[in-house]
C-alpha cells in the first residue's frame, strides 16, 4: 500500500496543476482524482478530506504563498519544474497556514521530490527552501498585503470602484475563509437545527459550523432539507403568492431554488443548458419527493422555437452565468480561471437571458435576476439597461422581505461575502425584483 503521506500530497499537486494550468474545476478535477485513486486502492476519509484542503489552502492562499517562496530563491525556477514549485507550495501552505509542524513538512516534500526521478535533483533545494519558510513564513505572512495578493488584480480594482477601498479588503479576506455548511428546510426550523447541530440564520436558512458528510446527516435520506447557501435562498424569497402560478427556472441546476418554488407551491418549469447538470436536479428533486417539467435547452433557442414560443409564465426567477466572483471561499479556483474579458463575455449573455425572461412573463409578471457576483456589471448595471429600455419596472424591496442591511440603495438585494462575519459571512450575491410592463 502507498504511503499516505506521500500519496495525499501526490494528489494535490496533480489536482493543483489541473485546475491552475489546465483550467480545471476542482470540485470535478478532485472527484475524479480521488474516484480514480480508490479504485486502485482504499483512501481513509479523513486523507480525502486532506488533500481536498490543502487544495483550497493552495488556491486561496497562491499570491502570498508565491510571495514567501520567491523570498528564499536565488534565482527562479526552470519552466518544466512546476512539480517543484508546486511542491514547495504545497510545504509553505502547510508550514504557513495550516500549523503542521515543520519536520513533518520538510521531511515529506523532499520524499515527494526523490520520489520523482525527473526532479529529484531538486531534494537540496526545497529542503533548504522549506526550511526558512518553516522558519521565517509566518512572520512574512503576518505583514503581507493577503486582500490584494490573493486576488487577481482585475478584480480586486472592480470591487474597490464601486465599493471603496475598506469594502474592498474585506470582500477578499472573506473569500480566505472557510464556508460553512447552510441547509434549507422543509419546515420546523428550530426542531432541523437542534437535529443538525446548526442554528438559524436571520431569514431561516440553517447554517452548520462543523463540517460533515453531507449524506450521514440526519434528514438526508428522507429528504427534509438540501444544501443551498444563505444567499442563494434569498432570491425565491422575493416572489410572493406563488401557489399554483407557473413560474419558470432559467438555468435551473442545481436545483436549489427550484426546490424552493416547489415548497412553496409553484409549478415549476427547470430549464438548464447542461444535461449532466439537469441529471443532479432531477437526482435532488427525487431525494426530496419534489417534481418539476425539466427541459435541456439553450433558453434563447428554446424561447424561439415551436415548443416553446407561446409558454407564458405566471413568474419568472433568472439565476444567470456569471464570473461566480461571489464564491471564492467556496470555489477559490474561479479566482484563477476568471478574467476581466470574461466578465465582459458574460455581461453579453445576461443581457440576452434578461430579455428571453421578460418574453417569457406575462404582463405584469414578476421576474427575479440573480448572479452570484457582486461587481455592477453582472447585477446593477444589467438591471439599470433593462429599466431604461422599458422592458420592466424594478421592484424595491422592503424589510419584509431582506433583512434592511441587504437592501441596496437602488431597492436590490446585495449581499457582500463579508456580511454577518460574526456568524460565518456570506457568498456574494445580487438580485432584483422586476416587473413586466404591460404593453400598451
Given at each position: 500500500?502507498?504511503n499516505p503521506?506521500?500519496l495525499?500530497?501526490?494528489?494535490?499537486?496533480?489536482?493543483?496543476?489541473?485546475?491552475?494550468?489546465?483550467?480545471?474545476?476542482?470540485?470535478?478535477e478532485y472527484?475524479?482524482?480521488?474516484?480514480?485513486?480508490?479504485?486502485?486502492?482504499?483512501?481513509?476519509?479523513?486523507?480525502?478530506?486532506?488533500?481536498?484542503?490543502?487544495?483550497t489552502?493552495?488556491?486561496?492562499?497562491?499570491?502570498?504563498?508565491?510571495?514567501?517562496?520567491?523570498?528564499?530563491?536565488?534565482?527562479?525556477?526552470?519552466?518544466?519544474?512546476?512539480?517543484?514549485?508546486?511542491?514547495?507550495?504545497?510545504?509553505?501552505?502547510?508550514?504557513?497556514?495550516?500549523?503542521?509542524?515543520?519536520?513533518?513538512v520538510?521531511?515529506?516534500?523532499?520524499?515527494?521530490?526523490?520520489?520523482?526521478?525527473?526532479?529529484?535533483?531538486?531534494?537540496?533545494?526545497?529542503?533548504?527552501?522549506?526550511?526558512?519558510?518553516?522558519?521565517?513564513?509566518?512572520?512574512?505572512?503576518?505583514?503581507?498585503?493577503?486582500?490584494?495578493?490573493?486576488?487577481?488584480?482585475?478584480l480586486?480594482?472592480?470591487?474597490?470602484?464601486?465599493?471603496?477601498?475598506?469594502?474592498?479588503?474585506?470582500?477578499?479576506?472573506?473569500?480566505?475563509?472557510?464556508?460553512?455548511?447552510?441547509?434549507?428546510?422543509?419546515?420546523?426550523?428550530?426542531?432541523?437545527?437542534?437535529?443538525?447541530q446548526?442554528?438559524?440564520?436571520?431569514?431561516?436558512?440553517?447554517?452548520?459550523?462543523?463540517?460533515?458528510?453531507?449524506?450521514?446527516?440526519?434528514?438526508?435520506?428522507?429528504?427534509?432539507?438540501?444544501?443551498?447557501?444563505?444567499?442563494?435562498?434569498?432570491?425565491?424569497?422575493?416572489?410572493?403568492?406563488?401557489?399554483?402560478?407557473t413560474?419558470?427556472?432559467?438555468?435551473?441546476?442545481?436545483?436549489?431554488?427550484?426546490?424552493?418554488?416547489?415548497?412553496?407551491?409553484?409549478?415549476?418549469?427547470?430549464?438548464?443548458?447542461?444535461?449532466n447538470?439537469?441529471?443532479?436536479?432531477?437526482?435532488?428533486?427525487?431525494?426530496l419527493?419534489?417534481?418539476?417539467?425539466?427541459?435541456?435547452?439553450?433558453?434563447?433557442?428554446?424561447?424561439?422555437?415551436?415548443?416553446?414560443e407561446?409558454?407564458?409564465?405566471?413568474?419568472?426567477?433568472?439565476?444567470?452565468?456569471?464570473?461566480?466572483?461571489?464564491?471564492?471561499?467556496?470555489?477559490?479556483?474561479v479566482?484563477?480561471?476568471?478574467?476581466?474579458?470574461?466578465?465582459?463575455?458574460?455581461?453579453?449573455?445576461?443581457?440576452?437571458?434578461?430579455?428571453?425572461?421578460?418574453?417569457?412573463?406575462?404582463?405584469?409578471?414578476?421576474?427575479?435576476?440573480?448572479?452570484?457576483?457582486?461587481?455592477?456589471?453582472e447585477?446593477?448595471?444589467?438591471?439599470?439597461?433593462?429599466?431604461?429600455?422599458?422592458l420592466?419596472?424594478?421592484?424595491?424591496?422592503?424589510?419584509?422581505?431582506?433583512?434592511?442591511?441587504?437592501?441596496?440603495?437602488?431597492?436590490?438585494l446585495?449581499?457582500?461575502?463579508?456580511?454577518?462575519?460574526?456568524?460565518?459571512?456570506?457568498?456574494?450575491?445580487f438580485?432584483?425584483?422586476?416587473?413586466?410592463?404591460?404593453?400598451?
Amino acid at each position: 500500500m502507498s504511503n499516505p503521506e506521500l500519496l495525499t500530497r501526490r494528489l494535490a499537486v496533480e489536482i493543483f496543476d489541473a485546475v491552475l494550468r489546465r483550467d480545471k474545476g476542482l470540485e470535478d478535477e478532485y472527484a475524479a482524482r480521488i474516484e480514480r485513486r480508490t479504485q486502485k486502492e482504499p483512501m481513509e476519509v479523513r486523507d480525502k478530506t486532506f488533500v481536498r484542503l490543502l487544495v483550497t489552502v493552495m488556491l486561496r492562499r497562491l499570491g502570498q504563498i508565491d510571495d514567501i517562496i520567491a523570498r528564499f530563491l536565488t534565482k527562479p525556477l526552470p519552466e518544466k519544474a512546476s512539480f517543484v514549485f508546486d511542491v514547495l507550495r504545497i510545504g509553505t501552505a502547510q508550514a504557513v497556514f495550516l500549523d503542521t509542524p515543520a519536520h513533518a513538512v520538510v521531511s515529506t516534500c523532499v520524499d515527494l521530490i526523490k520520489s520523482n526521478r525527473d526532479f529529484n535533483g531538486f531534494a537540496a533545494l526545497t529542503n533548504a527552501v522549506l526550511r526558512r519558510v518553516a522558519r521565517e513564513g509566518k512572520q512574512i505572512a503576518a505583514k503581507q498585503n493577503a486582500a490584494k495578493l490573493n486576488v487577481p488584480v482585475w478584480l480586486y480594482s472592480r470591487w474597490e470602484k464601486e465599493y471603496g477601498e475598506d469594502a474592498a479588503r474585506q470582500i477578499a479576506e472573506a473569500g480566505l475563509n472557510e464556508a460553512p455548511l447552510d441547509f434549507t428546510v422543509k419546515s420546523d426550523p428550530a426542531d432541523w437545527a437542534e437535529r443538525l447541530q446548526a442554528f438559524v440564520m436571520p431569514t431561516g436558512t440553517l447554517r452548520r459550523e462543523k463540517n460533515a458528510s453531507v449524506p450521514a446527516l440526519p434528514g438526508f435520506e428522507e429528504g427534509a432539507w438540501w444544501v443551498q447557501d444563505f444567499s442563494a435562498a434569498l432570491p425565491v424569497r422575493l416572489f410572493s403568492g406563488l401557489n399554483g402560478k407557473t413560474v419558470a427556472d432559467i438555468c435551473a441546476a442545481p436545483g436549489g431554488k427550484t426546490a424552493q418554488l416547489i415548497a412553496a407551491g409553484a409549478n415549476v418549469t427547470a430549464i438548464d443548458v447542461s444535461e449532466n447538470r439537469l441529471s443532479r436536479l432531477r437526482e435532488n428533486l427525487d431525494r426530496l419527493c419534489f417534481t418539476a417539467e425539466t427541459i435541456r435547452a439553450d433558453i434563447r433557442k428554446w424561447h424561439s422555437s415551436a415548443n416553446g414560443e407561446n409558454r407564458k409564465f405566471d413568474a419568472v426567477l433568472l439565476d444567470a452565468p456569471c464570473s461566480a466572483t461571489g464564491t471564492l471561499r467556496r470555489h477559490p479556483d474561479v479566482a484563477r480561471h476568471r478574467t476581466s474579458a470574461d466578465v465582459d463575455r458574460l455581461t453579453r449573455a445576461q443581457r440576452e437571458l434578461l430579455r428571453v425572461a421578460v418574453d417569457m412573463a406575462k404582463d405584469d409578471a414578476v421576474i427575479v435576476y440573480c448572479v452570484c457576483s457582486v461587481l455592477p456589471e453582472e447585477g446593477r448595471l444589467i438591471v439599470d439597461e433593462a429599466v431604461e429600455a422599458g422592458l420592466v419596472e424594478r421592484v424595491p424591496l422592503t424589510e419584509k422581505d431582506v433583512p434592511v442591511e441587504l437592501i441596496s440603495p437602488d431597492g436590490d438585494l446585495r449581499v457582500l461575502p463579508f456580511y454577518y462575519a460574526d456568524k460565518g459571512g456570506c457568498d456574494g450575491f445580487f438580485a432584483a425584483r422586476l416587473q413586466k410592463k404591460r404593453l400598451k
